[in-house]
């Protein structure tokens, strides 16, 4: 025999399980914790300047990627192009894989200790990191100026915290 405290329990325990399932269902969507266990490996060539006469060879500036909210290494490298335009060559990096990691220039410097100020000033966003490891290439628009943009970072969008940063020191 069903008593009233039965009747009344059961929708308050579906009400609970549908909860849970939506709660561990957006967890999931945000989180995306199988990340941590894989990697997406990008090896692109250097770029080649078709107008040797206007291009050095020299990077106008580089640098090496600290550690932030993940551990994060590998150089960088701003390379000249013809056109006053730039590339940015990421060299062997090494990261953990994320949602919604993105390359940015921002002109905020690299701070040791986490690099939560990096969204606090302005920002060029290069476009979606193309791969965790390897070495790729994302252009720099014509007139970026590499003097105020100082700071590569490894961003998720998806949290606001830097996974990596590197300054850029000019070459001289």
């Avoid at 390379?79 to 953990?96: E, F, I, M, V, Y």
Wanted: charged share 20%; aromatic share 6%; glycine share 8%.
């Amino acid at each position: 025999m069903e008593t009233l405290m039965d009747r009344t329990k059961r929708p308050i325990l579906w009400t609970t399980v549908a909860a849970v399932v939506v709660l561990a269902a957006v967890g999931l969507y945000l989180f995306q914790p199988w990340r941590l266990f894989t990697s997406n490996r990008v090896d692109e060539a250097a770029p080649v300047a078709t107008d040797q006469r206007r291009v050095t060879t020299e990077p106008l500036a580089t640098g090496s990627f600290v550690s932030h909210e993940h551990e994060t290494s590998g150089s960088v490298a701003v390379q000249p192009l013809t056109d006053g335009k730039a590339n940015l060559r990421l060299t062997d990096l090494r990261t953990s894989d994320g949602p919604a990691l993105h390359v940015w220039l921002s002109d905020q410097p690299v701070e040791q200790d986490g690099g939560g100020n990096l969204d606090d000033g302005d920002h060029l966003d290069l476009g979606d990191l193309k791969g965790n490891e390897g070495n790729q290439n994302y252009a720099i628009p014509a007139g970026t100026d590499l003097d105020r943009f100082s700071t590569v970072t490894i961003w998720c969008e998806r949290f606001s915290v830097s996974f990596g940063a590197a300054e850029l020191r000019q070459s001289s």
